[in-house]
């Protein structure tokens, strides 16, 4: 099944839909279509904004888990993540604090190398860019949005999304009453986005590269809102730093 980022009235002139993440029905196999005002087959998006080649996607299948990682995380420990793209370097603090779980996980799958090779599947100008599908590894852009680790994780909705903020995506509340995130999949807001507040999970902010994040969001773009440049993460590596104080509030 598809995962899509659908993103609510974004302006009075722009309807993007009224969830983050969507799912079509088992027979689709095709991505559904962002609500947006885009001739079928037509690309959008800053001619201008454009990126270093990325390396051609691999094949084969991604590692999948029974079940998520067992918490190893620190919440007196600052965790720092870098993503190295082809577009350049992302710097994201994580909160264990008030996301635990989430960054644990998204700890766990960068020491693992869950992220290299996977793709910024989906953009959208202004709002945000969407990441970690282990299916966009592969060359079929078709299946990218409905892929994650083998399991989902409990929400932990604190945070605000702000310019800079990292959340975990998920399905929609129909079918996904208690709001778990996928297991992998993150988006990184370009811009603020207060009508996603209270309803996902952010677990980290941007504290470098915002620039890198606003230049993804506005590379051209397929009907289904995946760049037709390959944005890759090549590398994402965790550092951590023990606090002087223990973590109160981030």
Not at 50 to 79: E, F, L
Not at 140 to 158: F, M, S
């Amino acid at each position: 099944m598809k995962l899509i980022i659908l993103l609510g009235v974004l302006a009075a002139a722009l309807f993007l839909g009224a969830c983050l993440i969507g799912t079509p029905s088992p027979a689709s196999t095709k991505t559904p279509e962002i609500a947006e005002t885009v001739t079928p087959g037509a690309a959008t998006g800053a001619v201008g904004a454009t990126c270093a080649p990325a390396q051609a996607a691999a094949a084969g299948v991604a590692r999948q888990y029974s079940k998520q990682p067992s918490m190893a995380v620190d919440t007196n420990v600052k965790y720092t993540a870098v993503i190295q793209t082809n577009c350049g370097a992302i710097t994201l603090e994580l909160f264990p604090a008030q996301a635990p779980l989430t960054v644990n996980n998204f700890v766990f799958l960068a020491r693992e190398g869950f992220y290299n090779g996977t793709a910024f599947h989906r953009i959208m100008e202004g709002t945000v860019v969407q990441g970690g599908d282990p299916n966009s590894k592969d060359a079929n852009r078709e299946n990218d949005g409905g892929g994650g680790p083998g399991y989902t994780l409990p929400a932990e909705i604190v945070h605000k999304h702000t310019r800079g903020a990292v959340g975990a995506a998920r399905e929609p509340d129909q079918a996904n009453p208690e709001r778990e995130s996928n297991g992998s999949q993150f988006y990184i807001c370009s811009e603020p986005v207060p009508f996603l507040d209270n309803g996902y999970t952010v677990f980290g902010y941007v504290v470098e590269g915002l620039d890198v994040v606003q230049k993804i969001s506005k590379l051209e773009r397929d009907r289904n809102a995946n760049p037709l440049r390959r944005v890759e993460m090549e590398d994402v590596s965790i550092t951590r730093r023990v606090l002087k104080y223990p973590a109160f509030v981030q």
